[in-house]
């Protein structure tokens, strides 16, 4: 089986470790033939203060364009080291979505040469629903029915806006809300997904598989089997898959679960394009 993973955080990502070489030499350990970095870009102006950062050479810097332009540069270094050893290296962004990051993607897209870009919800209200600090603030704000219209209205924008190559892990609500809501978060119906997917088949854009629940025991994906067997069922695009991995160790991990269920499920993803 070919494997490939398109959810890759190299250590440009403040939350991240492991330099563009280190992954490459993982993804060439693993049999991982081809791979996308999608650094970070965070570029809500209400969250500039705790997100607009990447790491350079050990120091925790402002992003830049000439920044952004480094980045590239230093993966098509290494997109020449490794072809020749038979690994395919495309370059990619996470966009963390919020209303409005349409100019600004759309501007990164002219700008820069870019063969894959993620846009991910990671955020609702401007409130970061990964972070501990930050998360009670959401969610013990919200009911469940309110924090589910808050998300899918987010994600089915995201869905919308013509500028994603994939919708990253579409149900992240999913893994941060149970703690909060406890058996509540069975609520939310499938169906909500609907017409995010109904977007994805008109604007032919496609959701990713996304192992990282892998990496913590759990043997599932995001979105989980249920809701990809759902969008599978009425021919919702799907792109990719990807680890999430934030250090190169985690390079892989659920790849083969991942493809062996594409495959069971008869899926093929967009990404990488058949040359
Ligand atoms: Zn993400
Ligand atoms: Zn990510």
New binding site residues.
């Given amino acids: 089986m070919r494997f490939s993973d398109f ?1 890759i955080h190299p250590d440009y990502s403040i939350d991240a470790r492991g330099s563009i070489d280190d992954y490459c030499r993982r993804a060439l350990e693993v049999g991982i033939e081809s791979i996308c970095f999608t650094t ?1 870009y965070d570029s809500n102006p209400k969250r500039i203060a705790q997100d607009a950062y990447w790491n350079f050479k050990g120091e925790k810097v402002r992003y830049s364009d000439k920044l952004v332009d480094q980045y590239i540069s230093d993966i098509e270094s290494a997109r020449d080291v490794y072809a020749e050893r038979g690994l395919n290296i495309l370059r990619g962004l ?1 966009i ?1 979505y919020y209303p409005g990051v349409e100019k600004e993607t759309e501007r990164l897209r002219s700008v820069f040469p870019l063969d894959f870009v ?1 846009g ?1 919800v ?1 955020c609702i209200n401007d409130i970061a629903i ?1 972070d501990p600090r930050e998360a009670p603030g959401y969610f013990n704000s919200r009911t469940v029915d309110q924090m589910a219209d808050d998300y899918f209205n987010l994600l089915e924008q995201a869905a919308s806006c013509l500028l994603f190559d994939s919708i ?2 579409m149900d ?1 609500y999913a893994r941060f809300g149970g703690k909060y809501y406890g058996d509540d978060m069975n609520k939310i119906e499938i169906e909500r997904f609907d017409p995010v997917f109904h977007k994805l088949i008109a604007n032919r854009i496609g959701f990713e598989l ?1 192992t990282n629940p892998f990496k913590r025991g759990i043997s599932d994906f995001h979105p989980s089997r249920k809701i990809a067997t759902r969008a599978f069922s009425i021919d919702v695009p799907f792109s990719s898959v990807g680890s ?1 991995s934030h250090i190169p160790d985690e390079l892989g991990r659920g790849l083969t679960e991942a493809f062996d269920f594409l495959e069971m499920s008869k899926i093929t993803p967009i990404f990488p394009r058949k040359q």
Avoid: T
Wanted: charged share 25%; hydrophobic share 10%; glycine share 8%.
């Fill in positions: 959810h970070h996470e963390d993620i991910s990671h990964s990253g892990h992240y996304n999430d």
